[in-house]
């Protein structure tokens, strides 16, 4: 894997052996956490013929440090995706977007022309479409230390405890510790963003379109993303056995293949050479 900088902003990729599609895929990180969960996506995808490349945004380690990331905006995170769209001449690009990166995902394709498909899973929904959880959990301890980091302004890490109840209920236990380890804190201001609806001009995304919802997510349910899919008129794939991870959890190879074969459909008049069947 290569590591890139651009200015503040720390992008992996994964070279294929050979380019056998010309559209580069960008993959967008969650909240709360880095591009290394991604790694699965990154090696399959350039091991099947793409560019495959994964931002890290500001504050979100090896990404500069922001002594400010409390008060970092999705604005601010949608002008760090754009800047390594133009710094690394990726305008002509793929997005992927995971859960808060789809949303992102969703705001970029709709600001820019040039992009040739927008993947989303397991997405925050933008302004539109009911925010929706699965509320059985018990929520206080994160609550109150949202609360308390609210009122002094500070970025906020879920407890190992919450972690395992929403995004690794998934995943085995023994497990766990190591994925948890790969959290970081996030902006409470950005969190306030997408928890209030961030509106998203969904008329303005002319490219092939694919909402991914798993049927275990306790974070997006598959019922909301199933309605984001309406609401895009986008295509939809929905699984049984996935939560909010479908990258780490078992059988993730099942997703990327569905991607894969997705893309090579959508993009065909960008397609170069044999695929990698």
């Known amino acids: 894997m290569l590591h890139i900088k651009v200015e503040n902003l720390a992008v992996d990729k994964e070279q294929p052996a050979k380019i056998k599609f010309p559209t580069p895929l960008l993959f967008i990180h969650g909240a709360g956490i880095t591009s290394k969960y991604l790694a699965n996506y990154?090696?399959?995808?350039?091991?099947?013929?793409?560019?495959?490349?994964?931002?890290?945004?500001?504050?979100?380690?090896?990404?500069?440090?922001?002594?400010?990331l409390a008060g970092v905006t999705i604005e601010d995170y949608i002008d760090?995706?754009?800047?390594?769209?133009v710094a690394l001449r990726l305008e002509n690009c793929a997005l992927i977007g995971h859960s808060m990166g789809g949303l992102l995902a969703l705001k970029v394709a709709s600001q820019m022309e040039s992009i040739r498909a927008l993947v989303t899973i397991a997405s925050a929904?933008?302004?539109?479409v009911p925010m929706e959880m699965k509320m059985n959990l018990p929520y206080s301890g994160m609550i109150i230390k949202s609360m308390w980091g609210m009122m002094n302004f500070k970025p906020v890490k879920p407890t190992f405890f919450m972690a395992g109840k929403t995004l690794l209920n998934n995943i085995p236990e023994k497990e766990r510790k190591d994925i948890y380890s790969l959290l970081v804190a996030e902006s409470i201001v950005a969190g306030y963003q997408v928890s209030q609806?961030?509106?998203?001009?969904?008329?303005?995304?002319?490219?092939?379109?694919?909402?991914?919802?798993?049927?275990k997510d306790v974070m997006a349910p598959e019922e909301m993303e199933r309605h984001l899919a309406d609401c895009l008129n986008a295509d939809y794939i929905a699984y049984e056995q996935f939560a909010h991870l479908p990258m780490l959890e078992e059988g993730w190879e099942k997703s990327a293949a569905d991607i894969r074969n997705w893309l090579i459909a959508n993009i065909p008049e960008r397609r170069r050479g044999k695929d990698c069947l």
């Open 42 to 68: 990154l090696g399959y995808f350039a091991r099947t013929g793409w560019e495959s490349y994964a931002i890290n945004l500001r504050g979100h380690k090896p990404s500069s440090r922001e002594e400010g």
């Open 80 to 85: 760090d995706i754009k800047k390594v769209i």
């Open 125 to 128: 929904p933008p302004l539109g």
């Open 197 to 215: 609806g961030v509106p998203v001009n969904m008329q303005n995304i002319k490219c092939p379109k694919l909402v991914i919802g798993c049927r």
